[in-house]
């Protein structure tokens, strides 16, 4: 069983039974339809044994709150407690839904869910989870879990919390960026090692204090499965990049990391990427981290080094001042990166040369479909000779994201 949100086909209205018999069929019996209009909620309300009745995405969004949708948001959790006494959902996905009985009342959906795979419950306002905590442990089959934008706060509701996880075997995916766990991160960290399926784990904009990102990283070696850590906006700076560094060897099965803006600046990034310390990431993104690497040669051949020996297929380093000298080192190295898929160089300080040299190294990057160069200080000229090298390869220029920062483009 799966909500389905089609929010997109409400838009044409009215809508009509036909219209919504022919969309249950598409996904099968039992979809959950989410819908708008009240022609199409009387046409599902006469056919509740094929599709149960639940309103739309719109009455369960967090804006414009008023009497009206405060009645259609409580009917769509009385809808949904019967449904799920009904039939036993898979995944449950509402996002920024406010109610003041909300927690109590989807902890009841949860309690009734036994099969439940998903549960995405991002920014409801839920402060209080004397209620939700609980009703996990009776999801043994859980495997994604969005709480993020939610308040967790204090060790106490962290605690509660991970008592549930443990006994969530199954449990891949765990996204908590944004839930103020500034001073609860030390009551989660402990607990990671036990979740033996954990492969995705965001803690993002939690402004983490150093010593709790340095425990986190001891202990994430210790998590075995992991493939994909995201810690942007996480107070992270060039000593504890060294710290993070020194240990990504250690992470026996992570190729993604995400630690956008951060402020990890140009000795960070020479600690992160030197000698064969990113030779497992597949995706990489060190934007807006203020790494200024234009005018230093050191970093310049650390990174050329790092690339050599890299599988990297995404590479984002955008809105840092890396400068032509960065681009000559990429250069020198991409034909030479079979694996490379996407880069992007937006807003690097990358000007007319960078750019020439790219566009002659573009027949021989092999694997390369992705390419951003915009804000940058390119002008008109090296903008033809590069969308010409691309388009002899690939045929088109999808892919290329390229504009001027002048005006003055050779005319």
């Not at 036993?88 to 406010?98: E, K, Q, R």
């Not at 949860?110 to 939700?132: A, E, H, T, V």
């Not at 965001?202 to 204090?209: E, K, M, V």
């Not at 380093?317 to 990166?337: D, F, H, S, W, Y």
Request: proline share 4%; glycine share 4%; charged share 20%.
């Amino acid at each position: 069983m799966y909500i389905y949100d089609s929010h997109k086909t409400c838009m044409t209205m009215p809508f009509e039974k036909s219209d919504v018999v022919k969309e249950v069929g598409k996904h099968g019996p039992g979809i959950l339809l989410a819908l708008t209009s009240k022609t199409a909620r009387r046409a599902l309300h006469e056919m509740r044994s094929e599709a149960p009745f639940v309103v739309s995405r719109d009455f369960v969004a967090s804006d414009a709150l008023n009497d009206r949708r405060v009645e259609r948001r409580n009917t769509v959790l009385s809808a949904l407690q019967v449904t799920a006494t009904q039939h036993s959902l898979t995944s449950i996905v509402m996002p920024h839904v406010h109610l003041p009985t909300f927690t109590l009342r989807i902890a009841r959906v949860i309690n009734r869910c036994p099969l439940l795979n998903k549960l995405d419950l991002m920014s409801c306002g839920i402060q209080d989870w004397q209620y939700i905590a609980p009703a996990l442990r009776n999801c043994p089959l859980l495997a994604h879990l969005n709480l993020s934008e939610n308040y967790i706060g204090n060790p106490q509701n962290m605690q509660e919390l991970v008592d549930s996880l443990v006994l969530c075997p199954a449990l891949s995916h765990l996204d908590m960026h944004e839930c103020n766990l500034t001073n609860c991160i030390d009551t989660l960290t402990p607990v990671l090692p036990q979740l033996p399926a954990l492969r995705h784990l965001n803690l993002s904009n939690n402004a983490l204090y150093a010593a709790g990102i340095l425990r986190l990283s001891r202990v994430l070696e210790t998590c075995l499965a992991l493939r994909s850590l995201v810690l942007t906006h996480s107070n992270i700076d060039s000593i504890l990049a060294q710290s993070l560094g020194h240990r990504l060897r250690n992470f026996p099965a992570l190729c993604k990391l995400d630690l956008s803006s951060n402020r990890i600046g140009r000795a960070g990034f020479v600690n992160l990427t030197k000698g064969n310390r990113i030779v497992r990431l597949t995706h990489l993104n060190l934007s807006h981290n203020m790494i200024d690497a234009a005018n230093d040669e050191g970093t310049v051949l650390h990174f050329q080094a790092a690339l050599r020996s890299s599988r990297l297929t995404h590479l984002v380093l955008k809105n840092n001042r890396l400068g032509n000298r960065i681009m000559q080192a990429i250069v020198a190295e991409l034909p030479g990166c079979a694996t490379l898929v996407l880069l992007d160089l937006d807003g690097c300080f990358i000007s007319d040369a960078g750019v020439q040299d790219l566009a002659q190294a573009i027949p021989q990057c092999r694997s390369l479909s992705v390419l951003r160069l915009q804000d940058n200080l390119i002008t008109h000229t090296p903008i033809t000779q590069i969308t010409d090298a691309w388009v002899a390869k690939h045929n088109s220029t999808e892919g290329l994201f390229l504009d001027t920062a002048y005006d003055n483009d050779a005319t």
